[in-house]
């Protein structure tokens, strides 16, 4: 289904909006939260979004729009998400140029045609609540140590040394995605996790994990993102 809304309906996987009011903004900030990098914006009128997980959403773009019927925990939602954004939210208004009356929605267009998703976020963190949130920009979480408590995953990386760091908190295996925006895969790189020695790798790019991590099919682990591109994987990593 997903390839064919893609090749069919012409979809810009990168630019991809969520919208909804009520009890459809909280399901979308629900299927945002786990799955963050496939959208390039999320429109919220009165969502109860209120998952920790709320910090996955700082890569991407979150308009806030009045909603007549908003509960407390909508209100609660908007700060979280206007903590978690920054400069990635924006709070719109009733006025014409943000409700499509009038003037066109002049202001709503603007901020429509400024969402383009990031789809490689550099440095990336990552906090897994639930299963649904185990998959990332740059990982998928394969098993954590308790799986009561949230896990988080933080990775930076440093091109010129050709190193990535990991960072993380009741994770306890990982796969990595990897393609040259993150290290230069045609030489050997090092990855170090936590507060372990770095571990050396020599890994070749490959058609074969690109089509892997853009495959429909859910049976296989992965982002499974025609959008997204990766042409390595370093699988099983173990958390020291």
Same mark, same amino acid.
């Given at each position: 289904?997903?390839?064919?809304? +893609?090749?069919?309906? @012409?979809?810009?996987?990168?630019?991809?909006?969520?919208?909804?009011?009520?009890?459809?903004?909280?399901?979308?900030?629900?299927?945002?939260?786990?799955?963050?990098?496939?959208?390039?914006?999320?429109?919220?009128?009165?969502? *109860?979004?209120?998952?920790?997980?709320?910090?996955?959403?700082?890569?991407?773009?979150?308009?806030?729009?009045?909603? #007549?019927?908003?509960? *407390?925990?909508?209100?609660? #939602?908007?700060?979280?998400?206007?903590?978690?954004?920054?400069?990635?939210?924006?709070?719109?208004?009733?006025?014409?140029?943000?409700?499509?009356?009038?003037?066109?929605?002049?202001?709503?267009?603007?901020?429509?045609?400024?969402?383009?998703?990031?789809?490689?976020?550099?440095?990336? @963190?990552?906090?897994?609540? @639930?299963?649904?949130?185990?998959?990332?920009?740059?990982?998928?979480?394969?098993?954590?140590?308790?799986?009561?408590?949230? #896990?988080?995953?933080?990775?930076?990386?440093?091109?010129?040394?050709? +190193?990535?760091?990991?960072?993380? *908190?009741?994770?306890?295996?990982?796969? +990595?995605?990897?393609?040259?925006? +993150?290290?230069?895969?045609?030489?050997?790189?090092?990855?170090?996790?936590?507060?372990?020695?770095?571990?050396?790798?020599?890994?070749?790019?490959?058609?074969?994990?690109?089509?892997?991590?853009?495959?429909? *099919?859910?049976?296989?682990?992965?982002?499974?993102?025609?959008?997204?591109?990766?042409?390595?994987?370093? @699988?099983?990593?173990?958390?020291?």
């Amino acid at each position: 289904l997903q390839g064919l809304l +893609l090749d069919k309906l @012409k979809v810009d996987p990168n630019r991809v909006i969520l919208d909804g009011a009520g009890m459809g903004a909280t399901g979308n900030l629900h299927v945002a939260l786990g799955e963050c990098w496939r959208f390039a914006g999320v429109i919220d009128r009165g969502g *109860e979004g209120g998952d920790d997980a709320i910090t996955n959403l700082a890569t991407v773009r979150v308009l806030s729009l009045p909603y #007549a019927m908003a509960s *407390e925990k909508a209100a609660d #939602a908007t700060k979280q998400l206007k903590k978690a954004c920054g400069d990635n939210f924006t709070a719109g208004t009733n006025a014409p140029s943000w409700s499509g009356s009038g003037d066109g929605g002049k202001d709503l267009l603007a901020w429509l045609n400024g969402c383009v998703r990031d789809r490689y976020p550099l440095p990336f @963190k990552w906090l897994y609540t @639930k299963p649904v949130h185990q998959i990332g920009h740059w990982m998928f979480i394969t098993a954590r140590h308790d799986q009561t408590k949230p #896990a988080t995953f933080m990775m930076e990386s440093d091109r010129k040394a050709n +190193l990535i760091t990991i960072k993380t *908190e009741n994770v306890g295996e990982f796969n +990595l995605y990897l393609n040259d925006l +993150l290290v230069d895969l045609g030489a050997k790189f090092k990855v170090k996790i936590n507060d372990a020695d770095p571990v050396e790798y020599e890994l070749e790019r490959s058609a074969d994990s690109l089509l892997e991590h853009a495959s429909v *099919e859910l049976s296989a682990p992965g982002p499974w993102d025609p959008g997204c591109v990766f042409t390595a994987e370093v @699988k099983a990593l173990s958390v020291p």
